[in-house]
């Protein structure tokens, strides 16, 4: 919740004395005081919980202001929003009532799961709010694929945070358990649900499952563990399931990961990599990383593998990815003898 923009530096009050600056949380801060408290606490509950603590905050530091002050804040409220409509508001609900009431549960969220925007889930909203160690006192006491199913909502920051206070056991098995989840019904997410906010779940819906976790998931949280930490759970992931752990290795350090490699280390790789597997797999790297490939080279040789970029026939994404693949396979090896070293997150555990 960004500041507005502060008011006019000219703004004077009746007596013409210049007006002390409110900013635009300050603003939002005094129309929630001056809301009654059922409608504040609708529109706090619609906000991020960093939101909600900086607006908090507000709240008492306008406590003391004057009434001038009050209406130049009105002011400034009504200036931003009069080309305002409400036609968004809570408009996926509305969309989502009609289809409902049109077609029955059923065939209206598989028709709208082709169009409307993915929705994000109450579960995720829910743990915004909860403290990580609340959290990792919840998947410790609760079975590992309903813990695993509630990890796939969190946050990979968060995650990682609060994996690191389970034990290593269950950190191996929750890591694991992300990276092979697949359909979670309804009825299951209705349950999870009702854990958090200890309630009895909702009434069940007729909703297709929905499909969560996955191994890009599990890759995406070892790569915010501490290097070690990171190793040691592999390691455990492996004794478990070779092939699961292969594919969480292979998510973890992917092509345009070299863009973290210092010039002269990603020079050193484009030295060792054969230009038959080289040139292809610059013609799906980002801009960036080409220039910085091009860049630890010679120019002579920069220009000999642009030209052969150049009159290169067009290739099928399949080669581009194998041709990738090939040149990831020499950066993993060269990493693991310790012929260069990767400066950012995933690679470190490769």
């Known amino acids: ?97 009609v289809f409902r009431q049109a077609l029955g549960t059923s065939r209206a969220e598989t028709m709208m799961n082709r169009f409307a925007p993915k929705r994000p889930s109450n579960i995720a909203e829910i743990l915004k709010w909860v403290p990580i160690k609340d959290l990792a006192e919840l998947v410790e006491n609760e079975p590992p694929q309903i813990a695993a199913v509630l990890i796939s909502f969190m946050t990979p920051e968060a995650a990682a945070e609060m994996l690191q206070l389970v034990s290593p056991e269950l950190m191996e098995e929750l890591v694991y358990r992300v990276a092979t989840l697949g359909p979670v019904s309804a009825h299951a997410l209705a349950q999870i649900h009702g854990l958090l906010e200890n309630a009895a779940p909702a009434a069940e819906e007729l909703a297709p499952p929905m499909e969560v976790g996955g191994v890009m998931d599990s890759a995406t949280i070892v790569n915010n563990l501490p290097k070690k930490l990171g190793q040691a759970v592999l390691k455990g992931v492996n004794r478990r399931d070779k092939k699961i752990a292969k594919q969480i290795e292979d998510e973890m350090f992917v092509f345009a990961d070299l863009i973290n490699l210092s010039k002269k280390d990603i020079g050193t790789v484009a030295r060792k990599v054969d230009s038959s597997i080289l040139v292809p797999a610059l013609r799906g790297a980002s801009s960036e990383l080409k220039a910085k490939i091009f860049e630890s080279m010679s120019q002579r040789a920069a220009e000999t593998i642009q030209d052969e970029m150049d009159e290169a026939p067009p290739l099928p994404m399949e080669a581009v990815v194998d041709a990738q693949r090939g040149v990831i396979a020499v950066a993993k090896l060269m990493l693991d003898n310790g012929e260069i070293s990767m400066g950012g997150g995933g690679a470190d555990y490769v």
């Open 1 to 97: 919740m960004a500041d507005a923009a502060p008011k006019d530096d000219n703004a004077t009050g009746p007596d013409g004395q210049q007006l002390e600056l409110i900013t635009g949380r300050q603003t939002a801060a005094i129309l929630m005081l001056l809301f009654d408290d059922e409608e504040a606490a609708r529109i706090l509950e619609r906000l991020e919980p960093e939101e909600a603590e900086l607006l908090g905050e507000a709240m008492f530091s306008v406590a003391d202001v004057d009434a001038i002050q009050i209406d130049g804040s009105l002011d400034k409220f009504l200036q931003l929003t009069r080309n305002q409509t409400m036609l968004a508001y809570k408009a996926d609900e509305k969309v989502s009532r």
